[in-house]
């Protein structure tokens, strides 16, 4: 069933969604204390930056958001909670990178504990927490190769919580921008994909209206798990509440293409395409 899942990440909408049951324990609760041992992590964090003023710090605020980088925390990479996750993207990880020998070798990777595949490695481990009356981010994507981001909603979340925009169908934007284009124009004009008189039909023309780029903004319950396509155009919305929200990012790369995975010049027109799309097909009030 992992192809379908691939084939939605690399040419559908470009994420999917697994409702918290897939990190249930068998008492029926999120496995270990899911946000209590993010913050454990995160208070660890923080300890070793106030010891070491001399090192670079861990965390940076951007925008009301506060992002620590909690990869390098060995209790919390070998927590179940994290070891759950990685039990769950292992599979879809190989599906995705093309690893096939990562069934056969299951059992004994399970054994090891190393359930990612071979070539891939998590680069990132990153609690984003987002403020109070924080602002929206601007429109980017995580790397411009194939690569996997994972969230983990650490809360419920509600339209004014500020959860994750995305640019469904925007992670084939530059890898095939022919394809990319001939979507938007249907999007835009969706009785009339054929601009000019003397345009040849194509392919495109026909195109599914589940693929078109549209504006989704997925509310996760505390526990989902949401899988996208790294090079998938999103931002997070301002949170208009008074109560943080808090979500737990991973991030799988191939070993020859680590974060970040793109120039400043490639992050600098992601958003500002992502921007100008956004003022395309956004609902007009």
């Not at 925008?63 to 060995?74: A, P, S």
């Not at 938007?184 to 054929?194: L, Y």
């Amino acid at each position: 069933a992992y192809h379908v899942i691939i084939s939605q990440l690399k040419f559908g909408c470009g994420y999917v969604i697994f409702k918290y049951k897939a990190l249930e324990t068998s008492n029926n609760t999120l496995t270990s204390n899911g946000y209590d041992e993010v913050l454990e992590s995160r208070n660890r964090c923080l300890v070793i930056n106030d010891k070491k003023s001399n090192i670079r710090p861990n965390y940076y605020n951007l925008n009301g958001r506060t992002h620590f980088e909690l990869k390098d925390d060995i209790i919390l990479k070998q927590s179940d909670l994290v070891q759950k996750i990685l039990q769950l993207v292992g599979p879809i990880c190989a599906s995705y990178f093309g690893d096939t020998s990562y069934n056969s070798s299951l059992q004994e990777r399970k054994s090891t504990g190393t359930t990612i595949p071979a070539g891939i490695f998590l680069s990132t481990i990153q609690l984003v927490e987002s403020a109070p009356l924080s602002s929206e981010q601007v429109w980017h994507s995580d790397s411009s190769q194939e690569s996997l981001t994972v969230v983990l909603a650490l809360s419920d979340q509600t339209p004014e919580c500020g959860p994750t925009q995305l640019f469904a169908n925007s992670q084939q934007l530059f890898s095939s921008p022919s394809f990319f284009l001939s979507s938007i124009k249907t999007a835009i004009f969706p009785n009339k994909t054929r601009l000019l008189q003397d345009e040849k039909p194509s392919v495109h023309d026909s195109i599914s209206t589940e693929c078109l780029p549209n504006l989704q903004a997925p509310l996760l319950q505390r526990g989902d798990v949401m899988v996208f396509d790294s090079r998938l155009l999103h931002r997070g919305l301002g949170n208009q509440t008074s109560i943080c929200r808090p979500i737990l990012v991973l991030r799988f790369d191939r070993i020859e293409h680590p974060p970040p995975a793109m120039t400043v010049m490639g992050a600098t027109l992601r958003h500002v395409t992502g921007r100008q799309l956004y003022a395309l097909l956004s609902p007009k009030t």
